[in-house]
């Protein structure tokens, strides 16, 4: 009997084995510090699958890609474009969500009313200094120039926007901006205050794209990864971390 049992357990524990898999997910920090780590780690403790997340700044993103991937996210544009290029099995492509660029004030700070556009360039002209990411780095960080170009509008002129030293707004902030702007993921820190989203017009926010690769080896293993992804649970812990994933 007890060699049953052990023949029993043998055959499941190789079973299981030859099941598992090994995915490499490609992702920008927008979503990859908005939940999509945790939701790595958590899937792979779940199935017994090895999730390796890949997080790129906009700059070396499609070099991984062609490297090593299984899942992609990308913005949407850069995921046209990849579908273009053959790097992303186009039938794939689903959108995943889009998470905001919000304005940052130091904890304790008064809140400045950004409902209007009109009234997000008086509370950027009235601020002593506004801190950033830098959007010339080799990253190439995708939030940090769509703040740069709004800060260089003529309606929004003159102000004192800076990136700090190293680093993004929230560093700044402690360096001792009175204002910034940052990624809603990425503001989980007690030295902040998050003052909300501003007009949508203004174009603060970053939406996202998910698809399998061109060179994935296991896409079945990929495509079952998306759908942990947008399970309600997922979604559920997506919001909560600031990503509006649907």
């Known amino acids: 009997m007890r060699s049953m049992y052990f023949a029993t357990a043998l055959a499941i524990g190789l079973a299981t084995a030859a099941q598992s898999a090994e995915i490499t997910i490609v992702t920008p920090g927008f979503f990859g510090l908005g939940g999509v780590k945790e939701l790595a780690a958590k899937y792979e403790k779940e199935t017994g699958n090895k999730v390796t997340v890949d997080q790129e700044g906009m700059g070396q993103m499609i070099a991984s890609v062609k490297k090593a991937s299984d899942v992609v996210i990308l913005p949407n544009d850069l995921m046209k474009q990849a579908v273009k290029d053959k790097l992303i099995d186009g039938s794939t492509v689903k959108p995943l969500g889009r998470v905001d660029i919000v304005m940052i004030v130091p904890k304790g700070a008064k809140h400045p ?56 707004a929230v560093v700044g902030i402690k360096e001792g901006a009175d204002m910034g702007f940052q990624l809603k993921t990425q503001i989980n820190d007690p030295a902040v205050e998050l003052v909300g989203s501003v007009p949508d017009s203004l174009g603060l926010f970053l939406d996202g794209d998910i698809a399998v690769s061109a060179i994935s080896k296991d896409k079945a293993a990929a495509t079952a990864f998306i759908n942990y992804l947008k399970s309600p649970a997922s979604i559920a812990y997506f919001k909560s971390r600031g990503a509006d994933v649907k």
């Open 113 to 168: 009313d950004i409902s209007t556009v009109a009234k997000v360039a008086a509370a950027v002209k009235g601020a002593k200094q506004i801190a950033y990411s830098n959007p010339f780095t080799a990253e190439k960080s995708a939030q940090a120039m769509k703040i740069h170009e709004m800060l260089q509008r003529p309606d929004f002129k003159p102000n004192n926007g800076k990136p700090p030293a190293k680093g993004n």
